[in-house]
């Protein structure tokens, strides 16, 4: 081996463990997943024979910190938190939603990359505040507030910029459970329970410290 061989092996093996040394024991993850979209719903109302299609804008963020316990093994907390905005033919409403829950995931590093499976399980408050059209009176205002659990689980790929900050996208399957303390507009909808289950993608940054540093 040529004396430029043996320079390209040695950077070659100090990047790599220079990237692989953020998820070692004793570090520390802080950072999160962001998420956008726009889409089409029909809703039927079981109550009437009212179809309604709506548009719905979401926002969504997922901060959070986690604490390697062993080599590529992090356990932590995320603080899950989205905004909806519905437009309706005859209504409005925004959707804020907020939670906190326990965050487990698992890196399998090569060179600058790591693929990771992930999984939480968050409980929160949703609160949503609208208007609507009827008849009489011309517009009603409402409130409904509610709490719902929310399973997350997934599989991301992260790219090390270098040792302490990572880019990552996430693809995951999501299942919510929604109990409301009232519903509104009444006599549309009378069900107080509704469950939804959805495959999302998301993109995300964490910052990696470690303890030597």
């Given at each position: ?28 993850l802080l950072g999160g997943s962001f998420g ?178």
């Open positions: 081996m040529n004396f430029k061989s043996a320079l390209f092996s040695i950077a070659f093996f100090i990047t790599v463990f220079a990237s692989h040394a953020q998820t070692s024991k004793g570090g520390f956008f979209s726009s889409t089409k719903n029909s809703n039927v109302y079981s109550a009437s024979p009212i179809v309604s299609e709506a548009k719905v804008l979401r926002l969504s963020a997922s901060p959070n910190i986690s604490y390697f316990v062993v080599d590529n093994l992090a356990l932590g907390l995320t603080l899950p938190y989205s905004y909806d905005h519905y437009t309706f033919s005859n209504s409005k409403s925004k959707t804020s939603e907020y939670g906190v829950g326990p965050v487990v995931r698992y890196y399998i590093p090569f060179g600058k990359w790591a693929l990771f499976p992930q999984i939480s399980y968050t409980l929160g408050r949703s609160v949503t505040t609208g208007t609507y059209t009827v008849t009489s009176p011309p517009t009603t205002e409402y409130k409904n507030t509610g709490k719902f659990t929310n399973f997350h689980g997934g599989v991301g790929l992260a790219y090390f910029l270098n040792p302490s900050i990572g880019i990552e996208g996430i693809l995951f399957y999501e299942k919510d459970k929604y109990t409301y303390d009232n519903l509104e507009p009444s006599g549309i909808n009378s069900t107080n329970e509704i469950k939804n289950s959805s495959i999302k993608f998301n993109i995300g940054l964490q910052i990696y410290f470690s303890r030597k540093s």
